[in-house]
């Protein structure tokens, strides 16, 4: 009999999940419905406000202190998992970290550069906020694919669950 350790409260959880559905639907209703988009949007930027702050007061998993590793740790942990010798972690390993920092940032980037139209004296065209959108919303897309690719598969070789 395995025993059950829960290391995501329900903030990160409600965090997680919200931010999945924030950018879910402004994806899917970007064109058909505009203030929807924009409102959704700016609830996201909300979100990774509140997990910034959680990140610095927040429960002992969700603060960055707790996940957060140096170089060194993060390649050698990485060269570990390679070999399939890598340790195991409550919380994020130092893999994990990173795509934490990666989310946190490119959805930070998105929601500058979509405010960049509003903070502008003059505003800037639609075709420029998009381009500008494009590179990080490429990167917060292929960061979640490897993501839950990496995460599924570190799961199912550990007899795990890593859904937060």
Same mark, same amino acid.
């Given at each position: 009999? =395995?025993?059950?350790?829960?290391? +995501?409260?329900?903030?990160?959880?409600i965090f997680?999940? $919200?931010?999945?559905a924030?950018?879910a639907? %402004? +994806?899917?209703? !970007?064109?058909e419905?505009?203030? #929807?988009?924009?409102?959704? @949007?700016? *609830?996201a930027a909300a979100l990774?406000?509140? &997990?910034l @702050?959680?990140?610095i007061?927040?429960s002992?998993y %969700?603060c960055?202190?707790?996940f957060?590793?140096?170089q060194?740790?993060?390649?050698s942990?990485?060269?570990?998992?390679?070999?399939? =010798?890598e340790?195991?972690y409550l919380?994020?390993?130092? #893999?994990? *970290?990173l795509?934490v920092? *990666?989310?946190?940032? $490119?959805?930070? #980037?998105? %929601?500058?550069t979509?405010g960049?139209? =509003?903070?502008?004296?003059?505003?800037?065209?639609?075709?420029?906020?998009? =381009?500008m &959108?494009?590179?990080?919303i490429?990167?917060?897309l +292929?960061?979640r694919?490897? +993501?839950?690719?990496? $995460?599924?598969? %570190? $799961?199912?070789?550990a &007899?795990t669950?890593? !859904?937060?």
């Amino acid at each position: 009999m =395995r025993a059950t350790v829960k290391v +995501w409260d329900p903030c990160v959880r409600i965090f997680h999940w $919200s931010l999945v559905a924030s950018f879910a639907v %402004a +994806w899917f209703f !970007a064109d058909e419905v505009k203030d #929807l988009h924009e409102w959704v @949007g700016s *609830a996201a930027a909300a979100l990774i406000i509140f &997990r910034l @702050g959680m990140g610095i007061v927040g429960s002992r998993y %969700a603060c960055f202190t707790q996940f957060i590793r140096g170089q060194k740790e993060t390649l050698s942990y990485t060269e570990d998992m390679i070999f399939n =010798r890598e340790a195991r972690y409550l919380g994020h390993n130092p #893999l994990g *970290a990173l795509m934490v920092v *990666a989310l946190l940032t $490119s959805t930070t #980037l998105v %929601a500058v550069t979509v405010g960049y139209k =509003r903070l502008t004296p003059f505003g800037a065209s639609n075709g420029s906020r998009r =381009r500008m &959108r494009r590179l990080p919303i490429s990167c917060w897309l +292929w960061s979640r694919f490897i +993501w839950v690719v990496s $995460s599924w598969g %570190a $799961s199912v070789t550990a &007899r795990t669950s890593c !859904a937060p």
